[in-house]
């Protein structure tokens, strides 16, 4: 079992920055590939940004350019860049794992908002 802990939101003027990071404990186990999803106000969540096993990134048309995903394999934490935020990116983000055998691993999710 992997447990996920999401941290880093909070409320952002647009034009500013946020990092996500998604902290990953316990068992140790195979990991195909990290994303990271987002789910806004009365909306389906939807994919942001994948970072795979050998390091290849994808990331959504409309945050591309903006965010970075990117991670740290010694603390096993995942992160998410986030610049020049707008206030369609407003939303609660999610952290998502996909084990070597298709388990998905999700955390609670962080609150991100952008407003003036």
């Known amino acids: 079992q992997v447990q996920l802990v999401e941290s880093g939101g909070g409320l952002v003027q647009p034009g500013g920055s946020l990092r996500l990071s998604c902290a990953a404990s316990?068992?140790?186990?195979?990991?195909?590939?990290m994303s990271w999803y987002r789910q806004p106000p009365g909306k389906k969540r939807e994919l942001v940004a994948t970072i795979t096993s050998n390091v290849g990134t994808n990331y959504a048309d409309s945050v591309k350019g903006r965010f970075t995903i990117s991670r740290d394999n010694a603390k096993n934490i995942l992160y998410l860049q986030m610049n020049s935020l707008k206030p369609e990116d407003a939303a609660v983000y999610y952290c998502?794992?996909?084990?070597?055998?298709?388990?998905?691993?999700w955390g609670q999710g962080t609150q991100v908002t952008v407003s003036s």
């Open positions: 998502n794992y996909v084990s070597g055998w298709g388990t998905q691993y």
């Open positions: 316990g068992n140790s186990i195979s990991i195909k590939a």
